[in-house]
């Protein structure tokens, strides 16, 4: 029996004839120490991953932080020394390695908060340190920003970032802190390219000024407030809180869409969420109500034992949405209790009827036919 063909490495190693270009885009889609491992494979391969655009430090375990921070030193000065300085994403997600936050680097402060060429900016699990509003920020190209569990030093430390970010598009905080009240008094302008803005579980101060240009909005507001006209905002995703939404609806002249939430992980402090108590219709219905809205979703209907604030509210927009087309309700309590509620109620709306309720526990929709 004869022996088959023997196959020479280049035959094999076909990947390796691709162009520069196709390369450095499938290294793109790796994290960063992967991309940086296939340097040893052959000579073809060994500055490649200095020209990815995308630098992601995510999955990328270890169990000491100094360490950490020196690899990703060394791995910028690696790629400022083969003469690249371009980075279009910068990604870092330290959740996978330590409970512990990181500090931020005056090498990776200056390096990614100065890069005229960064659109992608995504940061977690990261102490901003004393000295953050001192660093050179510099991100006139940046339209992604999101930071998730970040910790800064002074109040307004966040309002210094903002505000040099002049075209950014989407912006998400979840679980921002701050250590000190201190405010370097930075003020921060209207981020007027802003289309979508997450803010979520933020314990610091988000300027509601710099938001109102959006057009998706998802936050959580306290009574104290101080909020622009959201002349752009078409789609709201807001937690329960009558005070709070009397005021926010009036704010919102073009509103389409609604979505309400309760929270439900931790304890309801100091009665934030009831006002079932001082509910007082308004003398005037919210102009988009009479002239936009045309979803509703109620998330957590009953939940805590709100039921009859979560029914009033319902019925409030059921009674005064002359364009409302569905109406869709997550609830907590049986069927017929709700049923029994809701669908006896006014509408104002004549695009507007029931269809169909899923049980307890599960989906109520109200759907146009």
């Not at 270009?21 to 296939?38: N, R, V």
């Not at 200095?50 to 990703?72: A, C, E, G, W, Y």
């Amino acid at each position: 029996m004869s022996k088959p063909p023997e196959t020479s490495t280049e035959e094999v190693d076909r990947i390796s004839s691709l162009p520069d270009d196709i390369l450095i885009q499938i290294l793109s889609s790796l994290p960063t120490k992967q991309a940086f491992l296939t340097s040893i494979l052959s000579k073809r391969w060994k500055h490649l991953w200095f020209f990815v655009p995308v630098i992601d430090f995510t999955k990328t375990k270890h169990s000491d932080s100094r360490l950490f921070d020196k690899f990703v030193d060394s791995i910028l000065c690696l790629r400022k020394a083969a003469g690249n300085n371009s980075i279009h994403s910068f990604i870092w997600d330290d959740e996978h390695i330590s409970h512990n936050w990181a500090t931020i680097t005056p090498k990776l402060s200056n390096t990614i908060l100065t890069c005229t060429t960064l659109v992608v900016l995504k940061l977690s699990y990261l102490y901003m340190g004393p000295a953050f509003c001192y660093y050179p920020i510099i991100l006139p190209s940046l339209k992604t920003l999101h930071l998730k569990d970040i910790k800064f030093d002074r109040y307004g430390d966040l309002k210094c970032l903002l505000g040099y970010c002049p075209v950014i598009e989407d912006l998400q905080l979840y679980h921002i802190s701050y250590l000190t009240f201190l405010d370097p008094n930075r003020c921060c302008e209207t981020l007027t390219k802003l289309i979508r803005a997450d803010i979520i579980e933020c314990n610091c101060d988000v300027p509601m000024k710099a938001l109102s240009n959006v057009e998706f909005l998802r936050i959580k507001l306290y009574k104290t407030f101080n909020s622009p006209t959201f002349h752009n905002l078409t789609h709201l995703v807001l937690s329960y809180s009558w005070g709070i939404v009397q005021r926010v609806l009036y704010l919102c002249p073009k509103l389409q869409n609604i979505e309400f939430y309760q929270k439900i992980q931790g304890s309801i402090r100091d009665h934030e969420f009831v006002y079932g108590q001082n509910w007082v219709l308004p003398k005037f219905v919210p102009p988009c109500l009479s002239l936009s809205l045309k979803t509703c979703s109620m998330r957590d209907f009953g939940f805590a034992g709100l039921q009859h604030e979560h029914t009033m509210l319902a019925t409030y927009i059921l009674n005064n949405s002359s364009v409302l087309e569905t109406m869709s309700i997550w609830c907590f309590r049986k069927r017929s209790e709700i049923e029994r509620e809701l669908t006896s109620c006014s509408r104002a709306s004549a695009t507007f009827c029931y269809k169909d309720i899923a049980g307890f526990g599960g989906l109520m929709n109200y759907v146009s036919l």
